[in-house]
């Protein structure tokens, strides 16, 4: 993902205060940590995180790739593209673990008060929290961030904290954030994600304006060297006034990060082989399978790793446009399901490594599963003259075609639904009844990698008489153009929490719809799902979220605005055999940027 919500979506959770703090007289509840439900894994006196070595050595460079060049240093507007890695450069008021679902402790905030009527919380700044700079970060710095990113940043935050009144500095080391509800029962978690920026120094400069000039941070690392279109170095600061503290303890060991810029996946796996950077994700079947098979791999020098994760896959596929009139109808969209045959591309391209993604909160607990029932039922049976029956009826299932007999029975099935839609076969072409016009649209994609997975779409579509032209832009084109909502079909994956909430408005609502730059890029607007969407962030408990999230995912899945594409239980590792690791990895993730470390031994033995 190329905008700002790559930065925070990862880090969406859910409040509820755990029982370790202290009661005030005004009942509120002061703490070190919020946990969704229940209580924080980690107490108020906490050494270091479990999945850390505390005495790892700090040292040495890494070198990453990244795919795509970059314009700015600045990755909160909507504007431009930003450099990967300067989420160093910031701190936010508390941090999630790797190891828990829906828990935050204190960064830049030493601790968290919220109050029993949960309309407002405060963050208690630790004094020690420092700029690179040497100056204090204030209450003021906080307000200031939070009035900036809701007015000037991308259409995110205005999504995300629409029900936050307002930021107040108490004083110098006390922020407050003022609700519009009481019911919203995120806001206090996720407004300890606020990025915290340095009011002095944006003083007289254009916040939105893109720029390569480094900024002022407070993190781990500052900016040490860009080359504009090739590279960009972070160096570790020595003295980050953050080091020591029990929730970084173990991590950033890294002196030196550097991204080189490679826009041919192919040329970067390449180089990669030939020992050009360390570490890759590598997220292309065809790679893991045969594209590994290189001395360096049979000697040791360098590893392949299969490491299976708890994080939800969220939805990756092909995504409608339904702002375009020719995507309007849900048959249409059904009827263009039908005809992606994923079990021929899995066997054909991917060595049958995949998975079908059958939910947009898949590998999760989260995902509609068999027909609804409980409290998953009853919500939906609110909106039942407004949903399709099936939806009550049938489990939903992808369109299969694993034998040609499949494939004719989906493309029968197609056609059928496309002449419900208004839609028939003339002349060998799909054509609108009324206008005479032929179906055909554009798939803008932002990479070769997905052409050939489109081409076998494109041939089945053309039996149904509909014309699929493929299109590659350059990355910077395709932000701009998907920015403003300006295409047919796009391909995109959308992340997801093990605990959604305000972003849910991001993606779905119709407000977002209407909205350039959100990550509603189906142009959803559905009155049923503006109301599952609030209704899951006011969840009450657990298990209403769940029952929440399910129906929302029930709603989405029935009116088919994804073809889905596939989805892997693993992570794909390869990297050069000079690191160590901690003993412990977490289930939520693999944080090899800040928990992993240069082995001296290890490193002397490679030869790359």
């Not at 990025?195 to 304006?209: C, N, R, S, Y």
Request: proline content about 8%; hydrophobic content about 40%.
């Amino acid at each position: 993902m190329t905008r700002i919500a790559a930065l925070t979506i990862a880090l969406v959770l859910a409040c509820g205060i755990g029982s370790a703090g202290a009661q005030t007289d005004d009942a509120a509840t002061t703490s070190h940590a919020v946990a969704i439900w229940g209580e924080p894994k980690y107490g108020p006196d906490f050494k270091h995180l479990d999945y850390v070595n505390p005495d790892a050595p700090k040292g040495g460079t890494i070198v990453l790739s990244y795919p795509a060049p970059f314009d700015k240093l600045n990755p909160f507007t909507l504007q431009g593209t930003p450099a990967p890695g300067v989420g160093f450069l910031y701190e936010t008021l508390m941090t999630p673990t790797a190891d828990e679902q829906s828990v935050s402790y204190g960064l830049v905030a030493e601790s968290i008060t919220i109050p029993a009527s949960n309309r407002w919380v405060e963050f208690n700044l630790r004094p020690e929290a420092r700029w690179h700079d040497g100056e204090p970060i204030t209450a003021e710095d906080v307000v200031w961030s939070f009035n900036t990113l809701m007015e000037d940043g991308s259409p995110f935050y205005a999504n995300y904290y629409a029900d936050v009144e307002d930021a107040v500095a108490i004083d110098a080391d006390t922020v407050r954030f003022n609700f519009k509800t009481a019911e919203n029962n995120e806001l206090p978690y996720i407004l300890g994600q606020v990025f915290v920026l340095p009011k002095h120094d944006w003083e007289g400069k254009d916040f939105t304006a893109s720029s390569l000039e480094p900024p002022l941070g407070s993190g781990p690392y500052r900016v040490a060297n860009v080359s504009p279109g090739r590279s960009i170095t972070y160096e570790r600061v020595e003295d980050w006034w953050g080091a020591d503290l029990p929730i970084n303890r173990g991590q950033y060991n890294f002196d030196r990060i550097q991204y080189d810029i490679y826009r041919d996946p192919t040329v970067a796996f390449e180089a990669f082989k030939a020992g050009q950077f360390d570490f890759r994700a590598e997220n292309v079947a065809r790679n893991w399978a045969r594209g590994y098979d290189v001395p360096a791999v049979e000697q040791g020098r360098l590893i392949k790793a299969e490491i299976p994760t708890q994080i939800p896959q969220g939805m990756q596929g092909f995504f409608m446009n339904t702002r375009r009139p020719v995507f309007a109808d849900p048959r249409v969209r059904e009827g263009i399901n039908l005809l992606f045959p994923f079990e021929f591309v899995n066997d054909t391209l991917f060595f049958g490594l995949y998975e079908r993604i059958d939910s947009y909160f898949s590998n999760s607990e989260l995902a509609s599963r068999g027909r609804p029932e409980g409290e998953e039922l009853e919500i939906l049976e609110q909106y039942r003259d407004q949903l399709p029956p099936e939806l009550f009826n049938e489990p939903f299932v992808p369109a299969s075609a694993d034998d040609p007999r499949e494939l004719r029975r989906n493309l029968r099935d197609a056609l059928d639904l496309f002449r419900q839609a208004g839609w028939e076969v003339r002349d060998g072409a799909l054509t609108n009844v009324e206008t005479g016009q032929p179906f055909r649209f554009e798939l803008l994609l932002d990479q070769p990698t997905f052409e050939r997975v489109a081409q076998p779409f494109a041939r089945n579509l053309a039996r149904a008489g509909i014309d699929m032209n493929i299109r590659i832009a350059d990355s910077a084109q395709y932000q701009a153009l998907v920015e403003g909502f300006d295409y047919d079909m796009i391909v995109e994956r959308l992340l997801q929490s093990t605990s959604p909430g305000n972003e849910q408005r991001e993606y779905w609502t119709s407000e977002a719809a209407k909205t350039p730059g959100t990550s509603n890029y189906t142009g959803v607007s559905d009155p049923v799902v503006d109301a599952l969407v609030e209704g899951l962030i006011n969840a009450d408990d657990r298990d209403s979220l769940v029952a929440w999230t399910r129906a929302l995912d029930r709603v989405l899945l029935w009116d088919h605005y994804v073809v889905p594409h596939w989805s892997n239980p693993e992570i794909w590792l390869a990297y050069w055999n000079r690191f160590s690791r901690p003993d412990v990895l977490p289930p939520y993730g693999v944080p090899f940027a800040t928990t992993w470390w240069i082995d001296p031994d290890k490193n002397a033995g490679v030869n790359r």
